[in-house]
């Protein structure tokens, strides 16, 4: 199922719900990130158990273009806590070869119009000056 649109002229991008096959491909962008060192604290990817554990199940998304996984975002509960359930941390890479071309933004989207729809009532981010 297509969630949105985005891209350049003739280059379609499409959003959909992420599924496990998709690991290797978030795996490969999410280490692009990593070695930015502008990413994330992390500093190596996790086994798909423990990614899979740690994100919340409704809202992870793929970005397409050309039928290659160049983007991935994903909700993540910010604590275990009652007092912050709906309240979810937000995860958005792309491939540094398809930055500017409307991946990020295609993403945010899709994970924006799915909080709307489901149980999550905050969604925060934490963004590197760099």
Not at 36 to 64: C, I, K, M, N, Y
Not at 73 to 100: K, M, W
Not at 120 to 125: D, F, G, S
């Amino acid at each position: 199922m297509t969630i949105s649109q985005a891209g350049t002229p003739g280059q379609p991008m499409t959003v959909r719900q992420m599924a496990a096959a998709d690991w290797p491909d978030v795996a490969r962008i999410y280490a692009e990130g990593i070695d930015t060192g502008d990413a994330t604290f992390e500093t190596t990817v996790p086994p798909w158990s423990q990614w899979d554990a740690d994100h919340l199940q409704e809202h992870r998304f793929v970005a397409e273009l050309d039928d290659a996984v160049v983007g991935w975002a994903a909700l993540s509960p910010v604590s275990d806590r009652c007092a912050y359930n709906g309240v979810a941390e937000v995860s958005v890479y792309v491939a540094a070869a398809s930055r500017g071309r409307g991946a990020g933004r295609a993403l945010l989207t899709a994970l924006l119009h799915s909080v709307d729809a489901g149980d999550i009532w905050t969604v925060q981010a934490g963004i590197f000056p760099e």
